[in-house]
Structures are given as C-alpha cells and as structure tokens.
C-alpha cells in the first residue's frame, strides 16, 4: 500500500502557483519524499526529490515539514501543460525507480 | 522523449493467445523496472533487474508473466494465455545506480487490450 495520502483532484489558475499537499505520517528516517507527474497518456515523469530540507529545480519546490510527516509540491507559476496526475511517493534511497505509487492529485490548470 | 522506447505502443489480442512486449532503456543504465497500470490507478510495481539479474518480482507477477533481460539491455516482458483482466497499460523504468541523478525513466508505455 503507498504510504502517502493526497487529495484526489485540485485547480489552479493559469500562470498562479500551485501547491499540492501531501502526507506521509509514517516516513521513515532514511525513506525520501519523491514527487512524479503523468500527463496523459505518457508515462510518469520525476520531478523532484528531498530527504528534510527544501528542494529547488527548475520545474517545481519541495516543501518537506520539520517532522517530514507532510510536504508541499509547488509549481511556481502553472501552465495549461502542467495538467497532470501528480504522485507523492516515499522511498529509500537506492531503491529509486522501485516506486510504490498511490491514486495521484489530478492537477487542472484552467485559463 | 526520455530515451526509454516501448514496443509496441498498443496491442490488442483475443483472450487465450501469448504477447510480448518489448523495453529498450537508456543505454548506460543498470536498472530496469516494469509496472502495469489500470484505467484510473497508479502504476503498479511488477519486477524489476540490475543488469541481467532479476532481483524482485511482485505477487502481482503470477505465474502466466514471465520477464527476461538477457544482456542486460533490453528487456521483455511476456504474458501466457492472456485473460481480459491483464489490460492495462504496461510500463517500463530504467535508472542508474548508484545513483546519478536519483531519478527513474519511464518510456510511454504498451496498452494491452484483451478481447
């Protein structure tokens, strides 16, 4: 069973931020917090990673809690492209790709 | 493109009869992951190699599937007697490790329709 919980589906406005929510009450110390996205019909694409401290890439931020028990995806500025299934996944490193996935927050960016 | 192909994008089969599907990963990567996935559910782990070492195989892996990556390349993923329950869309991942950039790639998958 994926060890993460996410609201099933969110929108956001065109060229606004969007912050998906996760939770992940029962992380363990050595397990990262993963994030992947999948566009329809293709297959899932990583977006970014973290163990406890904040991430930044050029697609998106992690925002991982003190306690690690939840974290925040943003994307900074969201397009109509970034209409997706976002995955929250834990994992341990080196067991990349191994991805225990749950049902996704169905992200819609309208115009 | 994430440099990981699937063949081929779709089949369709009658129930009873065998298929075979193909993953070829990028090129340097030791790892290659395949995962089914449903209408409406996230991908399902079903097995997973390091180089042509199958290391893990999920319950979901009954006895009709069978995977092989011989030279640890490429890799198939073979169905026997196919039922209509095993359409899906099947997934393949490949990564490196130790890890480069702590990433999976996945190609776009072969959608599996059994009539």
């Known amino acids: 069973d994926a060890k993460t919980t996410q609201p099933t589906s969110m929108d956001c406005a065109e060229g606004r931020a969007a912050n998906l929510p996760c939770n992940h009450s029962t992380i363990s110390g050595n397990e990262y917090v993963y994030w992947y996205r999948q566009i329809h019909s293709q297959g899932p694409q990583y977006i970014i990673h973290?163990?406890?401290n904040n991430e930044t890439n050029e697609m998106a931020s992690l925002i991982i809690t003190e306690d690690r028990k939840s974290s925040t995806l943003i994307l900074p500025h969201a397009t109509l492209r970034d209409t997706a299934v976002y995955y929250c996944i834990v994992s341990g490193s080196g067991n990349t790709g191994k991805l225990i996935f749950g049902q996704g927050t169905t992200l819609q960016v309208k115009p | 493109d994430t440099g990981v192909s699937q063949d081929p994008r779709h089949k369709i089969t009658k129930r009873g009869q065998n298929v075979t599907f193909r993953c070829d990963p990028i090129?340097?990567?030791?790892?290659l992951y395949w995962y089914r996935q449903t209408l409406g559910q996230g991908p399902e782990f079903l097995t997973y190699f390091q180089n042509e070492a199958q290391l893990e195989k999920s319950r979901l892996l009954s006895d009709r599937f069978s995977a092989e990556r011989p030279k640890g390349s490429f890799s198939t993923l073979e169905i026997q007697r196919t039922e209509q329950g095993d359409s899906a869309m099947y997934l393949c991942?490949?990564?490196?490790?130790?890890?480069?950039?702590?990433?999976?790639?996945f190609g776009q998958g072969t959608r599996l329709t059994v009539v």
């Open positions: 973290g163990l406890k």
């Open positions: 090129s340097e990567h030791n790892r």
């Open positions: 991942a490949s990564s490196l490790v130790p890890l480069i950039r702590d990433e999976a790639f």
